[in-house]
């Protein structure tokens, strides 16, 4: 049994990482568009694990991104992990026995120690890929995860305020448009002048901003497993939504809505249509995500559609590798948190909270 360790700073080395995936059964999307706007190859943080057995199969694969950790008068290069945005974790054939999970971090645990890294942070996908996790496991969100049955019984469950909006759109003319796999840069370009409109109206912060580069990236990585939903009103789109797919499973991934258009209720008619086409192509399940915070009125809004089916929990992994040295870079940035929230506390790890030049790991 062997861990490999990969570096992915290319293209050839990007490519490579995609042949692996190939290995698998089913892959989530957010393992193939780890590197949408190319600054993790760039800045070379990339990495991977990639364990195979002794005839040389690989049988888990795990994308990451290994910082630097930056201070004076540091005796040694430190360095912490965090996975890539977006569900990851390891990847595995389901079929896999759990034992070698439970050696597989093992060996990561050991790699770590050999290397320095002082702290992992990992966002699971809603698999369960997080058995035998040796950090600590968070329940960070649930996620609204709906199944698609039969439509009468799909109208049905719906909240009564999910079906009036439904027939408001339809009273008002709304057309729905999905466009799978020939995805034509015209629409990308739609789709992100409405995202980009929405992100600027909620002041999001600047990483929810995507290039339009950016998004052409993830579409094509997708390899044909995404879609985009358009509402339109008297010719004019007004609401989207881009739509990764697993299997036979929907994850609702980046969306908008145009502001002047909302007593429409663009948004449910496209999350109606979307739902009657998971049905028209044999989809079991459309996850609409979670909210802000749990239970939030983003929250509530998601779970209307869905509100008899039972959540999925995101969960994020937190590991302390080096207590000694993790305590050491909380006293130089002066970071006060006590041992009982070492591993809850809202930014994770403490050390990078006041550090305004490693603010990028806000995790929620």
């Known amino acids: 049994m062997e861990l490999l360790v990969k570096k992915?700073?290319?293209?050839?080395?990007?490519?490579?990482?995609?042949?692996?995936?190939?290995?698998?059964?089913?892959?989530?999307?957010?393992?193939?568009?780890i590197d949408a706007n190319l600054n993790e190859l760039t800045e070379g943080n990339l990495r991977c694990f990639v364990m195979q057995n002794n005839d040389g199969k690989i049988i888990i694969v795990m994308p990451f991104l290994l910082r630097k950790i930056t201070c004076q008068n540091q005796e040694k290069q430190y360095y912490d992990v965090i996975s890539p945005y977006g569900y990851s974790g390891p990847l595995f054939n389901r079929t896999l026995s759990r034992g070698w999970l439970l050696l597989f971090w093992e060996l990561v645990d050991n790699w770590y120690r050999d290397?320095?890294?002082?702290?992992?942070?990992?966002?699971?996908?809603?698999c369960n890929n997080y058995d035998f996790y040796t950090g600590v496991l968070i329940p960070t969100l649930s996620n609204v995860r709906g199944a698609i049955i039969n439509e009468k019984d799909q109208w049905s469950n719906f909240k009564q305020k999910v079906r009036n909006n439904y027939r408001r759109s339809i009273s008002n003319n709304l057309k729905i448009e999905i466009v799978f796999r020939d995805i034509e840069d015209s629409k990308i370009e739609l789709f992100h002048g409405i995202y980009t409109k929405t992100m600027a109206r909620?002041?999001?912060?600047?990483?929810?901003?995507?290039?339009?580069?950016?998004?052409?990236?993830?579409?094509?990585?997708?390899k044909g497993k995404c879609l985009i939903a358009f509402t339109y009103f008297n010719n004019i789109a007004i609401s989207t939504e881009l739509i990764l797919i697993s299997g036979t499973t929907l994850f609702s991934y980046l969306g908008g809505t145009l502001s002047n258009?909302?007593?429409?209720?663009?948004?449910d008619f496209l999350k109606l249509e979307v739902i009657k086409w998971a049905r028209k192509n044999h989809m079991d399940y459309y996850v609409l995500g979670g909210g802000r915070t749990n239970y939030d009125s983003l929250y509530k809004y998601k779970k209307s559609f869905f509100p008899n089916d039972k959540d999925s929990v995101y969960y994020t992994g937190r590991k302390i590798v080096n207590q000694k040295a993790y305590d050491m870079l909380c006293s130089v940035f002066k970071t006060n948190v006590s041992d009982m929230d070492k591993m809850t506390c809202k930014y994770f790890p403490a050390y990078r909270q006041n550090n305004e030049s490693m603010k990028r790991c806000v995790y929620r």
């Open 115 to 126: 290397n320095n890294v002082v702290s992992e942070f990992i966002r699971f996908n809603l």
């Open 8 to 33: 992915i700073q290319n293209e050839s080395d990007f490519t490579e990482y995609l042949e692996i995936l190939e290995s698998f059964d089913i892959t989530n999307p957010f393992y193939r568009i």
């Open 202 to 222: 909620i002041h999001a912060e600047r990483e929810y901003f995507y290039s339009i580069h950016c998004l052409k990236n993830i579409i094509k990585l997708s």
């Open 261 to 267: 258009y909302f007593n429409l209720r663009p948004n």
